[in-house]
């Protein structure tokens, strides 16, 4: 069976080499390495430009963005019909390709972000290390603790006033230069879909722009979604300890903490949002006024087929909604569940309109194709490219968070 042919379906006039090739995998590539981009700049806003509400978010975010870069890769290697051949993007990296500066591109943000890491937490692993050194008659997990910890301090463990303040300016340098490398991280998937000149909805120059805004929007937006899951645990966690009894007040201070960080980020995710609507509805509009050649077949899919995924679900219900749930004043908690959840899926609608919505026309501009996402899988091939394989990338980056925050604590350490 030809790759493609188990989900695609044909209409009217269209090769018969034609299939939809790029499944909901590479819908779910751009979608990770945007989430990526977005969470770091997120925290940036602290580091950076010194938002000091942002001091929590900040941590939180640069954590969450380092667990959500080790999966950004995973779904190209699923979709890989070879998936051993992935390697040699890293290996071999280059910048005569889109694909292989892959590797580059990868590497470098990586390391950004590593260091980051652990200029921000080096005292924490001083600190760990120390407190371990002076215990007597430790455990075999604690000895394995100890190890581990004094590993990441790479032999470093001066905290004096000075060495802080070093750490901190290193911080602050590494997290500018994260930014532009961060959104060039995102921006070259969309300039990957820009550069094809075969596919008419694909190519136009706004199109890494319009990837790399929207990717910033469902950064913030995830990452205020897991703060408020986060935060909701550790309030039941706290109310249903017996310390909680001694104090009362505990789960009301771990309250106010989350409303008001989560008022502060509202407020970027909003700017974001706004810019994210106007770049692709100018494109929109820009595609209907010039009427290059290829407009009639795209308006039979902007305007005709396609016109309840990206008017109403992604425009409507993904950018429009939360736009006036966090413009409306008095944000809660529970409107801001709801309205992050709205604009990932706003952004999710439009990977999926541009990767699926753009390979839904054939080259003869006189046949269609229509793409089922496999629900049930009955080879692995279908599971990789179907609903399976797309929960399985999204549940990833929680999982290594989980693990990540064991090492660098985003909670209960202040620095």
């Known amino acids: 069976m030809v790759h493609g042919e188990a989900w695609t379906l044909k209409e009217l006039f269209v090769y018969p080499n034609e299939y939809i090739y790029w499944s ?22 602290y580091h950076v430009f010194g938002i000091k509400q942002l001091k929590d978010m900040a941590r939180f975010s640069l954590v969450f963005s380092f667990a959500l870069l080790l999966v950004a890769p995973v779904p190209l290697q699923l979709h890989l019909q070879q998936p051993l051949r992935g390697i040699n993007v890293f290996m071999t990296p280059h910048f005569t390709s889109a694909i292989a500066a892959f590797g580059i591109v990868f590497s470098t943000y990586a390391a950004i972000v590593a260091s980051e890491l652990w200029f921000v937490y080096r005292r924490y692993f001083i600190e760990t290390v120390l407190s371990l050194r002076g215990k007597a008659d430790k455990g075999f997990f604690e000895k394995i603790r100890q190890g581990i910890f004094s590993l990441l301090t790479l032999g470093s463990y001066d905290v004096s006033e000075k060495a802080l303040k070093a750490d901190e300016k ?27 000149k075969a596919n008419a909805l694909w190519m136009t120059p706004l199109m890494p722009v319009i990837f790399i805004m929207s990717a910033i929007v469902s950064g913030i937006a995830l990452c205020m979604l897991t703060y408020i899951a986060v935060m ?70 902007i305007y005709g087929r396609d016109f309840f995924d990206i008017f109403i679900l992604q425009y409507g219900v993904g950018n429009l909604v939360p736009l006036m749930l966090f413009l409306v004043p008095g944000l809660t908690i529970k409107r801001a569940v709801v309205g992050t959840l709205l604009v990932l899926f706003g952004v999710f609608m439009m990977r999926w309109n541009v990767v699926i919505g753009g390979q839904s026309f054939s080259l003869t501009f006189a046949g269609y194709m229509h793409y089922h996402l496999p629900i049930v899988p009955h080879n692995l091939e279908t599971f990789k490219e179907g609903l399976g394989g797309a929960l399985t990338v999204a549940a990833m980056p929680f999982f290594l968070f989980w693990i990540m925050n064991k090492i660098f604590p985003v909670f209960g350490y202040n620095k």
Do not use: N
């Open 232 to 301: 909701e645990i550790r309030k039941f966690l706290v109310s249903s300890r017996r310390q909680a009894l001694s104090r009362p007040q505990a789960r009301e201070e771990l309250k106010g903490a989350e409303i008001q960080v989560i008022s502060i980020t509202a407020k970027y995710l909003l700017l974001f949002l706004v810019f994210a609507i106007s770049l692709e509805l100018l494109d929109l509009v820009f595609r209907g006024y010039t009427a290059v050649k290829s407009w009639d077949v795209l308006r039979s899919v």
């Open 170 to 196: 290193a911080v602050k340098i590494l997290a500018g230069v994260g930014i532009p490398v961060a959104c060039f991280l995102h921006g070259y998937a969309g300039f990957i879909f820009g550069s094809v």
């Open 24 to 45: 909901v995998q590479i819908v779910m590539y751009p979608f990770m390495t945007g989430l990526v981009a977005g969470a770091f700049v997120l925290s940036s806003l």
